[in-house]
């Protein structure tokens, strides 16, 4: 049987950031339930749990809890990338843009 994921030892001053994020509220919902998650987690509570508590799927969980034990708070800023290439060159805009300009 596999080892259940846990935060590593959580230090005073990440331990203030997270309960400063959670309680004050005020900053995005996915700092948020981040941290929210990793306080639970502090807290001993167990994967399916947390994934309850913060209405989210348990993979989504032991990501979090893993990336934090990788790189610390800094698991807390989303990381999305750009989507969908461009497929207009800039060149493309300026004669869209001028064409439109034509009465």
């Known amino acids: 049987?596999?080892?259940?994921?846990?935060v590593r030892r959580v230090t005073d001053q990440e331990g203030q950031k997270l309960q400063r994020i959670v309680r004050r509220g005020t900053t995005s919902t996915v700092r948020y339930?981040?941290?929210?998650?990793?306080?639970a987690s502090a807290g001993g509570?167990?994967?399916p749990v947390i994934a309850r508590l913060v209405q989210a799927d348990?993979?989504?969980v032991r990501d979090v809890i893993h990336r934090f034990n990788e790189i610390a708070l800094a698991c807390l800023d989303p990381q999305w990338a750009g989507g969908r290439p461009r497929l207009l060159s800039p060149d493309?805009?300026?004669?869209?843009?001028?064409?439109a300009a034509r009465p």
């Not at 049987?1 to 846990?6: A, G, N, R, S, Y």
């Not at 339930?33 to 306080?39: E, S, T, V």
């Not at 493309?92 to 064409?99: L, N, R, S």
């Open 92 to 99: 493309d805009e300026d004669f869209v843009a001028q064409t």
């Open 45 to 47: 509570n167990t994967v």
């Open 58 to 60: 348990e993979d989504t």
């Open 33 to 39: 339930r981040r941290a929210m998650i990793l306080l």
């Open 1 to 6: 049987m596999t080892q259940p994921v846990k």
